[in-house]
């Protein structure tokens, strides 16, 4: 079975750190690009970040940037999300998916985890 | 960054109805949009992608279509489980957004 499990969200104090991990499983991990996408309590879904199947490739949503470094293990089929200087409005539940593309030019999420929950509050 | 604008943000229908919901770009994505589907505390669910495109084991009655700029997502004759919220996204520029999601809920 094709799957992704977030792990390592948690209650941190703004300013602080945390890391996310997305362990996969059922697929060729190294074969696809991943990203994170996070939902804010009760508000739509913001991507976040990307990143290609060697590392080679990386994007942020500009909120972000500066804070949070993406990375993957492909031996270990690990995605990871290293936040730093978190904010309260970081808050918010944290999905992994995996990325397709039938033909290089359009890409798509069709496989996401269940999410983390990341509250950054005092 | 493009910006990509629902509409309606909630709509209200009936089991049975068909319905249309918009999505428009600021500016030109080609045919790089995907709908997903959100039910409440559960992770999204992709539906279409390349505009177009249905994703394996989606029921037939979604469906999308456009290109450039306007995007529609149409669920023919709505069931039970249709009333949640459904979201685009535009994968064109190298940083991702979607739009502000519909709702919808039973009249």
């Known amino acids: 079975e094709v799957q992704l499990v977030e792990s390592g969200g948690g209650l941190v104090q703004p300013g602080g750190s945390l890391r996310l991990s997305c362990a996969a499983s059922?697929?060729?991990?190294?074969?696809?690009?991943m990203t994170w996408v996070r939902q804010a309590p009760g508000k739509g879904l913001e991507w976040v970040s990307y990143?290609?199947?060697?590392?080679?490739?990386?994007h942020y949503v500009d909120s972000v940037k500066g804070r949070f470094t993406i990375s993957r293990d492909n031996a270990k089929k690990s995605l990871s999300l290293q936040m730093n200087s978190l904010r309260a409005e970081d808050t918010a539940v944290y999905y992994c998916?995996?990325?397709?593309?039938?033909?290089?030019?359009?890409?798509?999420?069709?496989?996401w985890g269940k999410g983390t929950t990341v509250t950054v509050s005092s | 960054d493009i910006q990509m604008t629902q509409s309606p943000s909630s709509l209200s229908a009936s089991v049975g109805d068909r319905v249309t919901i918009t999505c428009r770009a600021s500016?030109?994505?080609?045919?790089?949009l995907n709908w997903y589907q959100q039910k409440p505390g559960k992770a999204p669910k992709l539906l279409i992608y390349?505009?177009?495109s249905l994703q394996s084991g989606v029921p037939s009655r979604f469906s999308g279509s456009g290109a450039g700029t306007d995007f529609t997502l149409t669920i023919n004759s709505l069931q039970p489980e249709d009333f949640v919220i459904y979201y685009c996204?535009?994968?064109?520029?190298?940083?991702?957004?979607f739009g502000q999601g519909t709702k919808v809920e039973i009249k």
């Open positions: 059922g697929f060729t991990f190294s074969s696809y690009s």
């Open positions: 500016r030109s994505i080609s045919t790089n």
């Open positions: 998916a995996r990325v397709s593309t039938p033909n290089y030019y359009n890409y798509y999420m069709d496989v």
């Open positions: 990143i290609s199947t060697s590392s080679d490739t990386i």
């Open positions: 390349a505009a177009s």
């Open positions: 996204q535009q994968s064109y520029s190298t940083l991702w957004t």
